[in-house]
Nanobody, 121 residues
Framework: QVQLVESGGGLVQAGGSLRLSCAAS????????MGWYRQAPGKERELVAS???????NYADSVKGRFTISRVNAKNTVYLQMNSLKPEDTAVYYC???????????????WGQGTQVTVSS
């Protein structure tokens, strides 16, 4: 069993900041890519940012220069620092991890339950 638990969402005014955290736990063998996705009402889920085990990052154009993804491998945790938030950043943010477990050595994708981020204008 693997669990991804997010925290840090909430309500913030435009221009403000939030920091999301996601901790993976369970019978994990190795985590490869970790990332954050978001889904706004009526829209498809989209990639916000991702980071490999060696720290290579990738960002959606809409968040470049405002959001920073990081991870602590020893803690199986990924973070998303969100600055200069805009109302259009309002969405449910989901943590994602590509990993292998002690019993299943093929890479599978796991998701967190999501955390709401609301940016008021």
């Amino acid at each position: 069993q693997v669990q991804l638990v997010e925290s840090g969402g909430g309500l913030v005014q435009a221009g403000g900041s939030l920091r999301l955290s996601c901790a993976a736990s369970g019978s994990i063998f190795s985590i490869y890519i970790m990332g954050w996705y978001r889904q706004a009402p009526g829209k498809e889920r989209e990639l916000v940012a991702s980071i490999t085990a060696v720290g290579t990052t990738n960002y959606a154009d809409s968040v470049k220069g405002r959001f920073t993804i990081s991870r602590v491998n020893a803690k199986n945790t990924v973070y998303l620092q969100m600055n200069s938030l805009k109302p259009e950043d309002t969405a449910v943010y989901y943590c994602n991890a590509d990993l292998t477990t002690l019993s299943i050595r093929t890479i599978n994708q796991y998701w967190g339950q999501g955390t709401q981020v609301t940016v008021s204008s």
